[in-house]
């Protein structure tokens, strides 16, 4: 096999994983906006550095590096940092560059950067869409971790999203 077979590019490499499972393009460019949460660990993904000005206290375990300033705050500041890529201290990956590098998604990513509200509405959509596919647990009904417990398992089901006009 060769060490170049897959998806030639980012752009390709996201439609690939998000298009099996019914997803489009908007929704791909949405769901990437959930990486205004978090941070990226080198020892653990290969990706980012040990740590940085935002990551070095925590909270939680120090370091890693953040996508954005504000990395516990979920807001549409993922896209207007990607856009910008002016701070060194801020990860961006070859798929969250591709998001105002190819066409298709930089309508989305655009339209993101400018407008929270609508960010926050289409991701709410695509997760509620994501979350929706399933799981299959094994076994069926779950598993109790706590066996000393009289209580009953909780059935979970994914919400029902209906979006608003």
């Known amino acids: ?4 077979a897959g998806p030639p590019s980012p752009a390709d490499h996201l439609r ?3 298009y099996r499972m019914g997803l489009d393009d908007k929704e791909i460019v949405a769901l990437s906006g959930a990486h205004t949460l978090g941070r990226s660990r080198p020892e653990r993904s290969g990706w980012g550095k040990a740590e940085t000005k935002y990551t070095k206290a925590g909270p939680g375990a120090p370091g890693g590096q953040s996508w954005t300033v504000l990395w516990l705050k979920f807001d549409n500041s993922y896209f207007k940092d990607i856009k910008k890529r002016k ?7 070859p798929t969250d560059a591709a998001l105002f590098e190819d066409p298709q998604f930089k309508v989305y990513a655009e339209n993101y950067a400018e407008d929270q509200d609508v960010f926050f509405k289409d991701y709410a959509a ?14 069926p009904e779950g598993i109790i971790i706590d066996d000393d417990s009289n209580v009953a398992p909780e059935h979970f089901a994914a919400a029902e999203h209906s979006p608003s006009e």
Not at 1 to 4: L, N, R, T, V, Y
Not at 87 to 93: F, P, T
């Open 87 to 93: 701070n060194e201290d801020l990860l961006v990956l």
């Open 126 to 139: 695509a997760h509620a869409k994501l979350s929706n596919l399933g799981a299959k647990f094994d076994p």
């Open 16 to 18: 690939s994983v998000f």
């Open 1 to 4: 096999m060769s060490p170049h």
